[in-house]
């Protein structure tokens, strides 16, 4: 029986790889959060340790869809919208929903990683990847993030360090 391929994304490296065993899968450049590491409803931290994906969400949307609580908004990002809304968290195109999985760490209480709606979500194009710069999430470009998407699944393993 073949391991089941995970996802590690690495805080300092600011990248995630998809791997199974040993064997990179995938990967690409993420930004992570501005403020850093860290599990506590507000911070606007990363979450670190073991997620799993709870689901997918945006499946057969057009690329750059934008998302808000998880459902489109009916736009479509351009760069002229990016500059009417500047300080706008931008969601695009497809959204991973994280679920902690270890209890008190990640998981209840204060702690809960999908109570804290943290998602590896689409980034506009000009969004620097390598460089913390989210509000928690895991951010990616629309590209990687598609071909991403199509190789998860509810279920898989996330490990953040």
Not at 132 to 150: A, M, T, V, W
Request: proline share 7%; with cysteine; net charge positive.
């Amino acid at each position: 029986m073949k391991p089941e391929p995970y996802i590690r994304v690495h805080f300092l490296e600011q990248r995630l790889i998809l791997r199974r065993e040993r064997k990179v899968l995938f990967e690409a450049p993420v930004s992570l959060a501005k403020k850093g590491l860290g599990e506590q409803m507000g911070s606007e931290c990363t979450p670190r340790g073991w997620h799993q994906i709870r689901a997918k969400i945006g499946t057969g949307c057009p690329v750059n869809t934008v998302f808000r609580g998880r459902r489109p908004t009916g736009e479509i990002y351009t760069p002229e919208l990016g500059q009417a809304y500047p300080d706008r968290d931008w969601i695009l195109t497809r959204i991973l929903w994280l679920s902690g999985l270890e209890k008190g760490k990640n998981r209840f209480g204060r702690v809960d990683t999908f109570r804290r709606y943290i998602y590896i979500h689409g980034a506009p194009d000009a969004a620097i990847m390598g460089l913390p710069g989210s509000h928690g999430c895991i951010r990616i470009h629309n590209g990687p993030l598609l071909e991403l998407f199509k190789q998860v699944k509810p279920g898989m393993r996330v490990f953040i360090s």
